[in-house]
C-alpha cells in the first residue's frame, strides 16, 4: 500500500487486519518528511518519541484484540496553531515562540482518544491570518505541486502535507476559507464544519488560555477523501465543559452517497468575484458530469439569498473577530475597554461606557443580520441540497510577502484586491454553513482546482458526501523533480 496516496480509511482498514502496523505506518510517514519536507516546509514541529511510543502501544493493543476507538493508531499532524501538550503554539508569532502548551486542544484531545498517533505539527500564518502560508518563526510552506506557488492559508501547511504524502489525515482551522482554499490549491479534501460543532478551544488565536467561542471561526478536518472528512468528524464532533454535561451531539446522516437525485444549486461566478477562465472551465464541466450522473441541476437558483449583502455583513464581522482573537500584548488598538476605566473620572467612565455601548449595540445589529441571513439559507435548502460554488477564483498562484493591504491578486489578467478572495468563502462562513472542498482536475499549469460544496447547518455529514461524490479524487503531486 502506498501510505502517500491511500486515504485515511484505507490506512485504518490495513492496521486493523494487522496489514501493517502502526510502527511501520509512522516510520514511513516521517521518512518520507525527511526526504521531502525540507523543499515542502509543511511539518515545522515533530513529537517522534512519544509518538513512537504511542504507535508501539496501539500495536499491542491490536494484538490482543483491543481498539482506542475510530482511529486506532492513525499517525496524524495537527495545525499549529492548536495546542499540544508540550510543544509549542505560536501560531507563526515571534512573541508566543515561548509558549508551550500545558494541555491538548479539545479537538486533539479528541483526536488522542480516537486512538489518533499526533506526531507534529504543520505551518500557519501568521497568527492564522493569510491566505499564504509563511511567517518568521517557521518560514515559507511551498505547494507541493509547484514550489513557486502557494500552498493557501491560512491550514496551508496541514494541506501541503496531506498532499505531499506527510500525513493521511489533519486538523485545521477556517474562518476565511482557511481549511477550503488550501484544499482547493493542493488538491486534497477540506471540511469547514458548521460553527460551533467542533470546539477550538487550544487554538491560537485567540490569546493563549482563551475560554470564549470566536464568532464565525471553526476547526475541520483535511484529507484525500471525503469519507476521511466524515470519519474525522465523527471523532471531532461534540460540546467542550462544562456544557458536556447535557448537551450531546447527534449528527444528521447523509441522504445521498450518490449524485443521483441530489438537488444542486450551482452559482458559478459573481461579479464582486470573478472566476478565472481555467477555474471556470473545470466548475462547468464538473456541474456537467453531475447532471449526467443524475443530477438535477439549477444555475439560476431560486431564493438564493442575497451575496451581496451576505458579503456585506460577513466582512466587519470577520475582521472584528480576528482583530478580538490576536493575542494582548501583540495588539496595537488605541480602543479603550471598560477595564481600562478610572471609576473616579467620571466624564471619562460615562463616555467610555457609551463608546462601548455603542459598538456592542453594532455587534448585536449586525448578529440580528445574520440571523436573518440564516433563515434565509434554511428556506433555500428546502428546496435544494447543496450549493456548489468555486472555492476561490483561480488555482494556487505566485507567493507575494509583500505589505498585505497592497497585494493584488491577477485573474485572467486583470489586476483585483487580494482580499476578494474571501467572497467564495464568506458564503458559508457568515451563515454558519458547513461546506467541503474536493478536487475536480488539474489547470494547463498543472495546479489543482477544487469545487465547494455548502449545505444546510450541520449537513456536515452531506456535504462530505456530496464532495466524495463529485470530487475527482485525489491525485498525489510528482515529488521527485
Known amino acids: 500500500m502506498e501510505v502517500a496516496v491511500a486515504d485515511a480509511v484505507e490506512l485504518l482498514a490495513a492496521l486493523k487486519a494487522k496489514e501493517l502496523s502502526s510502527r511501520e505506518l509512522l516510520d514511513a510517514l516521517v521518512a518520507r518528511i525527511d526526504r521531502y519536507d525540507a ?17 508501539r502501544r496501539a500495536d499491542d493493543a491490536t494484538a490482543r484484540g483491543e481498539t482506542w476507538g475510530p482511529l486506532h493508531g492513525l499517525p496524524m499532524t495537527v495545525k499549529e496553531a492548536f495546542d499540544v501538550e ?11 515562540v515561548g509558549n508551550r502548551a500545558v494541555r491538548d486542544a479539545s479537538a486533539v484531545a479528541r483526536l488522542r482518544r480516537a486512538g489518533a498517533v499526533i506526531f507534529g505539527k504543520t505551518n500557519v500564518p501568521l497568527f492564522t491570518g493569510d491566505l ?28 501541503a502535507a496531506v498532499a505531499a504524502g506527510f500525513t493521511p489525515l489533519e486538523l485545521g482551522s477556517d474562518i476565511g476559507g482557511s481549511v477550503r482554499n488550501p484544499a482547493h490549491f493542493c488538491g486534497v479534501y477540506g471540511l469547514k464544519t458548521t460553527f460551533g460543532l467542533v470546539s477550538l478551544r487550544g487554538h491560537v488565536p485567540g490569546p493563549p488560555g482563551t475560554r470564549s467561542r470566536t464568532d464565525l471561526a471553526v476547526a475541520g478536518p483535511l484529507g484525500r477523501s471525503g469519507r476521511d472528512l466524515a470519519l474525522a468528524l465523527g471523532v471531532l464532533a461534540g460540546p467542550d465543559e462544562p456544557d458536556d454535561r ?14 443521483e437525485g441530489l438537488r444542486v ?31 438535477r441541476v439549477d444555475t439560476e437558483p431560486v431564493g438564493l439569498p442575497d451575496l451581496d449583502a451576505s458579503h456585506r455583513l460577513y466582512l466587519p464581522l470577520l475582521y472584528g473577530a480576528m ?4 493575542p494582548v500584548e501583540v495588539r496595537r488598538s488605541a480602543d479603550a475597554t471598560v477595564d481600562d476605566l478610572d471609576p473616579a473620572d467620571e466624564s471619562r467612565h460615562a463616555y467610555l461606557v457609551r463608546g462601548v455601548a455603542q459598538r456592542h449595540r453594532h455587534w448585536l445589529a449586525l448578529d440580528e443580520r445574520r440571523h436573518r441571513l440564516r433563515a434565509g439559507w434554511e428556506q433555500f435548502f428546502d428546496r435544494y441540497d447543496v450549493l456548489v460554488c468555486p472555492p ?16 493584488t491578486l491577477v485573474v485572467d489578467g486583470e489586476a483585483r484586491d487580494y482580499w476578494d ?28 482546482v477544487g469545487i465547494q460544496v455548502v449545505g444546510r447547518a450541520y449537513d456536515d455529514l452531506e456535504v462530505a458526501a456530496v464532495a466524495d461524490a463529485v470530487g475527482t479524487g485525489f491525485v498525489p503531486p510528482v515529488m521527485d523533480r
Open 39 to 55: 523543499r515542502v516546509g509543511a511539518v515545522v514541529v515533530t513529537d517522534l518519541d512519544r509518538a513512537t511510543e504511542t504507535a
Open 86 to 96: 508540550g510543544l509549542p503554539t505560536t501560531s507563526g508569532s515571534p512573541e508566543l
Open 132 to 159: 499564504q502560508t509563511y511567517n518568521d518563526v517557521y518560514g515559507t510552506t511551498v505547494n507541493p505541486w509547484n514550489p513557486d506557488v502557494t500552498c493557501g492559508g491560512s491550514s496551508g501547511g496541514s494541506a
Open 246 to 259: 447535557a448537551w450531546r451531539v447527534e449528527l444528521v446522516p447523509p441522504r445521498h452517497r450518490s449524485l
Open 265 to 295: 444549486a450551482a452559482v458559478l461566478d459573481h461579479p464582486r468575484c470573478p472566476v478565472g477562465r481555467e477555474v471556470a472551465a473545470l466548475l462547468a464541466a464538473t456541474v456537467e458530469r453531475m447532471e449526467q450522473a443524475g443530477a
Open 323 to 326: 482583530a478580538a482573537g490576536f
Open 392 to 407: 476561490g477564483p483561480v488555482p494556487a498562484f505566485p507567493h507575494d510577502h509583500s505589505e498585505i493591504g497592497a497585494r
Open 421 to 448: 478572495q474571501l467572497f467564495w468563502a464568506g458564503i458559508a462562513t457568515v451563515a454558519y454553513l458547513p461546506a467541503a472542498v474536493a478536487p475536480i482536475g488539474l489547470s494547463s499549469d498543472g495546479l489543482p
